[in-house]
């Protein structure tokens, strides 16, 4: 059995303190001695906006630099809006989430039926849809 990190534990939201960045979270990783790590399909560190190819090029070697898999992404994604355009969107993620998945190496893209999101104040943090739909 091989142990991973999910790189959501250090986004900067269930702690007081800012996220790491993903190569910060590699480094992270190896030192508690993890196999590898999942990548949060958001920012700061999985968004597939902001991971172009040649960014996941970049991070898929730090992680082999550093002995470490990378297992998974999570899609954080979310099909349960009645609304048409709000599920179209996130086929648009997954799209791109496939896209940056393969170019990081990683041989899972975790789907979510219904993720209602966080939302991060100065004061507390929320597992709420702002829309009113998702769980």
């Known amino acids: ?3 991973g990190l999910y790189s959501i534990t250090y986004l900067g939201v269930w702690y007081n303190g800012p996220g790491l960045s993903l190569f910060e979270l590699i480094d ?3 030192h508690f001695g993890y196999d590898g790590i999942e ?3 958001k920012r700061p560190h999985g968004n597939p906006l902001d991971m172009p190819t040649s960014r996941c090029r ?3 070697r730090k992680a082999q630099d550093s002995g470490l898999d990378i297992y998974a992404v999570a899609a954080n994604n979310d099909f349960s809006s009645p609304l048409p355009e709000h599920r179209e969107c996130q086929v648009a993620l997954i799209r791109d989430l496939i896209r940056m998945t393969a170019d990081l190496g990683a041989p899972c893209l975790r789907l979510f039926a219904a993720w209602p999101g966080v939302t991060k104040t100065e ?3 929320a597992m709420t849809s702002p829309n009113g739909y998702g769980s």
């Open 1 to 3: 059995m091989k142990i």
């Open 28 to 30: 992270r990783a190896r």
């Open 39 to 41: 990548i949060d399909g």
């Open 58 to 60: 970049e991070v898929r």
């Open 123 to 125: 004061d507390a943090v």
